[in-house]
């Protein structure tokens, strides 16, 4: 028995049948659609559409379903084409006829937009908060750094020498835009679909805006035809995580690079790698891999979901029932990528030495020319002069710190018996100005700033659960 089955003369065929239902994913919208439910009851109820009784039994009736499926979850399964046809099923079971007068006015194609709606908004908090708890393992490996310094790069060559904390911190900044990008996803959310019916509009006199409030949106949709088919939160949530997996995926290649034995600068846990079956040796960064890999799958979802919209006709379709497993499917990638990433970064060990000793060298070449240029040749000459230097060293495999003051002197009798102090990483890093610098300075603001953020996320997440 389905929803639509009087129109018909046989049952359907079990394969097609088979084929369209989705109570085996849409269940995780039980919540939601009970929520939903118990709304639109008391909105028919307050139109004057339901009997004061008939409200009251569907709410009650509503209520002991929601009980029931949270205290024992495998108790929302059955033969049904959806969860909606589920709880119905229910409810009729319940209470009656008078379960039977709960879809008045309205239709499964503006409560399913309702419902996965309800959901997104109620899972975005949980992916930020592991977002947060991600900043704070950033936050945490940059304050115990202290004034270590290590290379950063270009091209993945060697560039300038940066303090490790303002490394981390520059996977915090990315983590914190995912953040807002989620919330972005959140507020597209943010509207009552409910009224639009099947694609018209609802005959009854629902108040709309009243419903909104009391399901917390802030707002109700525009237009009933658009309504019906809109999933541009879905869009935006699929993007959110993709972009969020894609700068996940920059960290985890950075670790593993990092923590290799060619670089050095971090070491693994032993509990955050794996072993090989064969060579003893190995300590493999597998949770970072398959973050890295697993970022192919949410980039997936989101492509997959934008070509299942793309020139889908106006109103509902079918095709919109896709919506659902990407989003859950985008969540669980993202949510346990998160954590596997918190595990590995918050373990991580740094060796200072040999991030320092890498951090020294000929990558202070362009804090020799600045030298110049502070004493007054043109920087394009300096760039010049310091290269010229830098070619001499490496012919000879020396660095700066090898040079006598003859020898800087050759290169330019600008240079004076200052100039082994300023090509030192840390005289480097200190000669940084600006707030968005690696100055040891700037880095502490940033770190202070950071922590002010995240003990405002702390704070939000205890009013909205208190
Ligand atoms: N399972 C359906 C979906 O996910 C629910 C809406 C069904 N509406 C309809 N007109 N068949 O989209």
Known sequence: MTLWSGRFDTAPDPEAFAFGVSFGFDRALFEDDVTGSLAWAEALGAAGVLSADDTRAIVDGL????????????????????????????????IGDAGRRL???????????????????????????????????????????????????THLRRAQ????????????????????????????????TL????????????????????????RVVANSIDASSDRDFVAA??????????????????????????????????????????????????????????????????????????ALPSGYNKDLQEDKEAVFDAEATLGASLGASRAVVSRLSLDADRSGRAASGLLLATDVADYLVARGMPFRRAHEVVGALVRRLLAEGRDFSAL?????????????????????????????????????????????????????????RSVAAG
Request: charged share 25%; glycine share 6%; with cysteine.
């Open 103 to 153: 879809h008045t006015g309205r239709s499964r194609n503006e409560q399913v937009s309702l419902d996965l709606r309800l959901y997104v908004r109620r899972r975005i908090p949980v992916l930020q908060a592991e977002v947060a708890a991600l900043v704070a393992a950033c936050v945490d490996r940059a304050e115990r750094a202290d004034a270590a310094v290590m290379p950063s790069y």
């Open 237 to 310: 949530f699929l993007y959110a995580a993709s972009l969020a997996m894609v700068h996940l995926s920059r960290l985890a290649e950075d670790l593993i690079i990092f923590t290799g034995e060619e670089y050095g600068f971090f070491d693994l846990a032993d509990a955050s790698a794996t072993g090989s079956s064969m060579m003893p040796q190995k300590k493999n960064p597998d949770p970072l891999e398959l973050v890295r890999g697993k970022t192919g799958r949410a980039i997936g979802r989101l492509t997959g979901w934008l070509t299942t919209m793309k």
């Open 161 to 192: 020498p940066v303090l490790v904390a303002h490394y981390f911190l520059s996977h915090a900044a990315a983590l914190r835009r995912d953040h807002a990008r989620l919330a972005a996803a959140a507020a597209e959310a943010d509207a009552l």
């Open 63 to 94: 209520q002991a379903i929601l009980a029931e499926g949270r205290r024992d979850p495998s108790w929302v399964s059955g033969p049904d084409e959806d969860v909606h046809s589920f709880v119905e099923r229910k409810l009729v079971e319940r």
């Open 195 to 218: 009224g639009s019916g099947a694609i018209a509009g609802t005959s009854y006199a629902i108040d709309t805006a009243r419903l909104a409030s009391r399901l917390g949106f802030s």
């Open 404 to 460: 006598t003051l003859a020898e800087w002197r050759e290169a330019s009798e600008l240079f004076g018996d200052d100039v082994p102090q300023v090509a030192t990483a840390l005289a480097a890093v200190e000669a940084r100005r600006t707030p968005q610098s690696t100055s040891p300075q700037a880095v502490r603001m940033a770190l202070d700033e950071c922590r002010k953020w995240l003990a405002s996320q702390e704070a939000g």
